[in-house]
């Protein structure tokens, strides 16, 4: 093993076992307990204290570094195993405990690996030995490698579910955050040319929902908890517009209240693939835990390294991303990306997210703000709502959008639908445009939510 990956692993190690010294983590101990066993560590004494320690949280003794200290004491174990100040260090080599599945795998992984190796070199040296026959010496080490793949995972293998069965099951009931549009888990990333609105239409879904009102329709919900990431625009560009649709909300009878949502303006940028930004977002999640997180824009949450592949990038970003749901225990999570420039000689750009391919099949929905064709769009600032991404499931989405008047965005419901020009320009305005007014509709839907 190098001896960078010898570090790594001393790391996972030690971060996995002071996971266990935390309190409030009770929900991910019987995973870890399942995921690890002593033989696992790499350092013996690590093997000895996990064991250890699970066995505490198995009695339902408290685990910290106190009690753990003491039954070291009790046993005579407690400068063998490190003392005292190892059991703080442990305490402190935690960057998230909701990192911890994760940093089990790392420890899981390097076990296999020496399984293997060691079934390998059990392997060599029957053949060099012509010891019973090839086959037998064949079988046993398939048998040993087949160990390997399966060890600690084939437990908990769930039976195999007949069809049968699982067209008898009911069907599950989204845990909606916004009802309709967005439930627990779900992913929503918004695309656009530069300037073309996306940041507005995030914050704006974002503030609406922490209001306790439909992004949509004019009808209310119960309000969420919200965490605004702004990791491109400054807080002096930012508070106008956060102020003006704190005022609009106030103005439908939905304040925004203290705690209902919290900002992190950071101009500057993150880079979340690597551990101190993405420790310091995981601690905020798991501070402010919210129910829907609006972060982005995609290209400002990782700096890029020389020779790196799109597809690396993409997948290390992807992997911070998931680790902030987890830690927020399944916020819905809009992302705002930039689309590439359109291609010489094509009049509408690609609405699909620059970079790896692979962001086309992460999130769950993927729309693009599209200027729309037509007699007054431009005026009315008309954009087509354009799925790039075929969604998983059935949501109520808009058709169109359009410049609103307390809002920055306006919701038309259908492809089509005129936009209603007294509610973004006034009469005299319409009429130097050249746009005829429409009968009066509708944009928001005035019904109240069943």
């Given amino acids: ?207 609406r929902a922490v209001a306790g009102l439909h992004p949509w329709k004019r009808a209310r919900i119960a309000p969420v908890r919200g965490l605004l990431v702004d990791a491109e625009n400054s807080a002096g560009q930012a508070r106008p517009w956060l102020r003006k649709m704190a005022a609009a909300a106030a103005a439908e009878g939905a304040e925004i209240g203290r705690g209902q949502l919290t900002t992190e303006i950071r101009p500057g940028g993150l880079d979340l693939t690597q551990p101190a930004d993405r420790a310091w977002l995981l601690r905020l999640v798991e501070r402010v835990r919210p129910d829907v997180i609006a972060i982005g824009p995609l290209y400002k949450l990782h700096a890029p390294r020389a020779g790196e592949a799109a597809e690396d990038s993409a997948r290390a970003l992807m992997t911070a991303l998931e680790a902030v749901r987890v830690a927020s225990d399944g916020a819905a999570l809009l992302i705002e990306a930039h689309s590439p420039h359109a291609a010489p000689g094509v009049k509408r750009r690609d609405m699909r997210p620059i970079g790896s391919s692979l962001w086309l099949r992460w999130p769950e929905y993927g729309f693009g703000l599209a200027p729309a064709d037509g007699e007054g769009s431009q005026e009315l600032r008309l954009m087509d709502w354009v799925p790039w991404r075929g969604p998983r499931s059935e949501r109520d989405w808009p058709e169109q959008m359009c410049q609103g008047a307390t809002w920055p965005w306006q919701a038309i419901q259908y492809t089509g639908n005129a936009p209603i020009p007294a509610l973004t320009l006034t009469g005299e305005q319409a009429a130097a445009a050249g746009i005829a007014v429409p009968e009066p509709r509708q944009f928001w839907d005035d019904q109240q939510l069943t």
């Avoid at 996995?16 to 002593?38: E, F, N, Q, R, T």
């Fill in 1 to 207: 093993m190098s001896p960078e990956r010898r570090e790594a692993v001393r790391e996972a190690e030690h971060a996995v076992m002071g996971v266990l010294l935390h309190d409030g983590v009770k929900d991910i101990v019987p995973d870890l307990v399942d995921a690890l066993s002593g033989p696992d560590f790499y350092e013996p004494r690590n093997g000895e204290l996990w064991e250890l320690m699970c066995s505490l949280w198995a009695a339902g003794t408290a685990c910290d570094p106190v009690t753990v200290t003491a039954e070291l004491t009790r046993r005579g174990d407690l400068e063998r195993l490190g003392g005292r100040a190892f059991l703080h260090e442990l305490y402190d080599a935690v960057p998230s405990p909701a990192m911890a599945l994760a940093y089990a795998e790392i420890v899981a992984e390097e076990a296999r690996w020496r399984a293997l190796a060691a079934a390998g070199t059990r392997a060599v040296v029957a053949a060099g030995r012509r010891e019973g026959s090839a086959v037998e010496a064949a079988e046993r080490a398939v048998e040993e490698a087949r160990q390997v793949r399966d060890r600690g995972a084939s437990v908990l293998d769930a039976p195999p579910l007949d069809l049968l069965d699982l067209l008898a099951q009911a069907d599950d009931t989204p845990e909606w955050v916004i009802p309709g549009v967005l439930a627990r888990w779900d992913r929503l990333m918004v695309t656009g040319p530069e300037g073309g609105g996306k940041s507005l239409l995030l914050r704006q879904i974002l503030m």
